[in-house]
């Protein structure tokens, strides 16, 4: 048999099985097979492996797609798994196995959880980060906070996804200062800006981060595109890319149609190529419950060959005081993400030193 | 009052104005207040206008931000309108009011409505088009598929959005070639390939099809990103960029979070650089309604300073029979998406001919 692709769907329908026909043709053909030449039907069809009817739960629905049909191609590979099916109500993808040519083709993480590592020069052991915040403060003051959880000890400043090119702290002017106060502050830590420019202005700002010192960037997948994870890899080469969520929850928010968060922030955006992606844990302001959370870093993490694991990273409402129940059910192969909570009593130095404490005990 | 840029959102909790305070500091600081410095809170924090309790139905929340947040840039815009709160459910984007420079900014389509009407020498009456597919069709079946549509009458061949680079017709020997047949089967028909490849590709495939004699491109910015749509429009000057929603569903197919079908499909991808945006059109096999499908159309085209309007394509099930219902609802500045229907009775240029002669009666 041809390699094939093979998609599982959560199916939400009173027919299971024809609704899952559908999805198949929708999602290869998108035409009768009646109306297709017999070579396409041959060669490119899509078929309906297995349909599991649970009651009261949603069917689950196996489908397999020739493996060619993704064309090789991380952006196609989505087109196919749920393309045009995102558009329907009742059908929410839950997981993806892919031939494992097709996934080393893809390139997944350059850097991953052993680059970052090598990076930050910190072999074992939970990592830290925090972002830049709030939009509004100028380069001068968002200079001084990253020098000083820099100086705390954090491995990771990144930057928040509401800085752009804003007349507080212009691009050109924040990122050149912010990535000599990181310097300064702590040799072992790493800077990355956001870059959220449009059409060539993506390059534009990655190179400029490259040469202004930063050590990779912050890019929004939601909204630069899939492919804009390897792009800022090849461009910014050694440089970390770290995805952010920003207008991807319409996939995630609802149980019946969609992506399994596990699926979307584990394993589709390793594939796209970042080496670490920001995910809402469970307990702060957003809606994925501890089990979703845990197996987006499962996703990261599991063996997948020719595809480095890449770096989980814990945000969203992140406290202090939570970071060692954090480290207990995550482990230690984690990015945590602590945001406001370093600023509460007015010194992030001290914050960020409480922090690398509480996930070095003893 | 400085400039602000409006956002509407239709909020769905216990405490709507509790709620609203909430996703205004997470769309502009993302950060508590208090802990913010004082010249961001005075510059940057965004202000719940007004909470208009509903009963039976979501709450209207209004929320200025300010104009600056935005930083110019479409990608920004979309980071302040809805990028972390798409993560949470209960929370609808349905309306958005830009200050006209802003607008004005972002540039809008290039050629818009009137731009593909001279493309198409067509000056007034409803614009039609199809799709080339199912893939796994040879590059010499699509291009005789598209001779004879073209032959037929209609304005646009698209690709479909299932063909990339597929083994079956790869991009650089399908789209010269399907180039070739339209030009020779009628003068007035535009070709507009798929281009889907990630990172460098993109441009190269855009650059490839302008030299190969298409007349624009198709683009998925749900998975190629918002700014590929004004990335196209720059590398190929003068060409149509057809907008395709593959991908975009998981903002639209539930009620309670996301974008209203209007403001994405509509208003956002107009601004993003869409000459045309097809979506899916009530009665197919998709979820809109009526009501949604023509608020779509009414965005596509409304009066908006500096901003060309864009040619709503409805699509998804479309048949030759219901054209003249379609014309009627939708008007004749529209471009209306037929597929399989064309291809029932194997003679898709006699088909072409039927729908071109439904739409233009006597």
Chains 1, 2 share one sequence.
């Not at 809606?287 to 997948?304: E, V």
Request: with cysteine.
């Amino acid at each position: 048999m041809s390699e094939v692709i093979t998609a599982v769907y959560e199916i939400t329908a009173e027919d299971p099985a024809g609704r899952a026909a559908l999805v198949a043709v929708e999602q290869s053909h998108e035409l009768p097979t009646e109306l297709s030449p017999a070579n396409a039907v041959r060669d490119s069809l899509a078929h309906v492996r297995e349909v599991v009817e649970r009651p009261g739960r949603p069917a689950l629905v196996t489908v397999d797609y020739p493996a060619g049909l993704a064309g090789g191609e991380l952006g196609q590979l989505l087109v196919l798994l749920l393309g045009n099916v995102s558009l329907q109500d009742g059908v929410r993808l839950v997981d993806v196995t892919l031939p494992a040519v097709l996934a080393g083709a893809l390139g997944g993480p350059r850097l991953g959880v052993a680059g970052i590592r090598s990076l930050v020069a910190e072999p074992a052991g939970a990592l830290l980060a925090t972002a830049l915040k709030p939009v509004g403060m100028t380069s001068e003051q968002l200079a001084a906070l990253a020098r000083d959880v820099a100086a705390g000890g954090l491995h990771v400043v990144k930057e928040d996804q509401s800085l752009a090119n804003q007349p507080w702290a212009p691009f050109a002017e924040r990122v050149p200062r912010v990535a000599e106060a990181v310097r300064a502050a702590n040799p072992h830590t790493v800077y990355l800006p956001v870059v959220n420019g449009g059409a060539a202005g993506f390059a534009e700002q990655v190179r400029f981060a490259r040469r202004a010192g930063a050590h990779g960037v912050l890019v929004m997948p939601g909204i630069a595109g899939f492919g804009a994870l390897a792009h800022a890899a090849e461009l910014f080469d050694g440089g970390i890319v770290l995805a952010h969520p920003s207008f991807l929850g319409g996939f995630t928010a609802s149980e019946s149609h969609g992506i399994a968060p596990d699926v979307l922030f584990g394993t589709l955006l390793r594939l796209a190529g970042a080496d670490a992606s920001i995910f809402p844990s469970w307990g702060g302001r957003f809606s994925l419950s501890r089990d979703q959370c845990l197996a987006i870093a499962s996703a990261a993490r599991r063996p997948l060959p020719g595809v480095a694991p890449m770096l989980p990273t814990p945000g969203g409402g992140m406290s202090i005081d939570r970071a060692p129940e954090l480290l207990d059910a995550y482990g230690p192969d984690t990015l945590f993400l602590v945001g406001g909570d370093l600023r509460r009593g007015g010194d992030p130095r001290r914050a960020a030193e409480r922090l690398v404490a509480a996930v070095r005990p003893g």
